[in-house]
């Protein structure tokens, strides 16, 4: 299959690219950063360079690929932006989708994120409501999510990948990542929100499998949904960092459950590393 992958030096697209073409796909993949373009081509892909928000040429690269597939990898996470990230989100997946559709490819595949469910009991399901009634932060994360989510099932046959909280190389919660420098200089505090955490090979993993999946939301993450109180301090034990402070506050409703990855390993995924726990000890 040639697969077009946008975002493709991030720190799940970069992994991606070699399990793609070990497995003999084409890869055409994208970087806003010249420099780049030379790291994807020794990975095996055929770089492209071009930045999301330019609608005529990213129309203009799809067209000349002409893709069986797209897949969506675009975050932009270098620094602790969330407007941005929500940003790129938004208008990136709206450029990339009416590329496809310009250009008549049928599949795409989204990533997405998994903390974005209404509250309720138990861990959630792809089914549940999203959480479009919190307060104005939530509901802008949510919304922005959604958004992206509407867009990329305007093609054809679009699989959406919900990702638990990524951790491992080249992320933030990496050894030498912004989370492990924030908890040596004491700034984390331990909170009650439950998070499903996913190590990025996992990620990238899914994202290949997901190639031969049906339409739909899929909820990729590790086993083991765990409150801050529980995972925050086998961080800071993981990086070299002091204790974190404890917060006594009460979570936020949607905070209190994880999320189930029951649909994933019934399409025939499921993470090597299932709990932040064995992830963390391996740093």
Not at 91 to 118: C, K, M, P
Not at 180 to 192: C, D, I, K, M
């Amino acid at each position: 299959m040639h697969v077009f992958l946008a975002g493709a030096t991030g720190a799940v697209g970069r992994r991606i690219v070699g399990l793609l073409i070990k497995e003999g796909h084409r890869v055409t993949g994208t970087t806003r950063r010249p420099e780049k373009a030379e790291f994807l081509r020794a990975l095996g892909a055929e770089p492209v360079v071009v930045d999301a928000y330019d609608r005529e040429r990213l129309h203009e690269a799809v067209a000349a690929a002409r893709p069986d597939l797209i897949m969506n990898q675009l975050t932009d996470l270098v620094v602790y932006d969330v407007a941005a990230n929500a940003k790129l989100r938004r208008e990136g997946t709206r450029n990339l989708v009416d590329a496809a559709r310009a250009a008549g490819v049928r599949r795409f595949v989204h990533q997405s994120l998994g903390w974005i469910y209404a509250p309720g009991d138990g861990p959630a399901e792809e089914d549940e409501p999203l959480d479009l009634d919190g307060d104005a932060a939530r509901r802008s994360l949510v919304g922005s999510v959604a958004e992206a989510e509407q867009a990329a099932r305007e093609v054809p046959e679009t699989v959406v990948l919900r990702y638990g909280l990524f951790y491992g190389p080249d992320t933030w919660y990496a050894p030498d990542g912004l989370k492990a420098a924030e908890a040596r200089a004491g700034t984390l505090v331990a909170s009650r929100e439950m998070i499903n955490f996913l190590h990025v090979d996992d990620a990238a993993e899914a994202a290949v499998l997901s190639l031969d999946w049906p339409s739909g939301a899929v909820n990729v993450t590790d086993d083991e949904p765990a409150p801050g109180t529980e995972w925050l301090p086998a961080f800071c034990r993981a990086v070299g960092a002091p204790d974190p402070e404890i917060s006594t506050a009460e979570p936020a409703d949607w905070a209190r459950r994880g999320v189930a990855n029951r649909k994933a390993k019934g399409l025939g995924w499921a993470p090597e590393h299932r709990s932040w726990r064995d992830g963390f000890s391996a740093f």
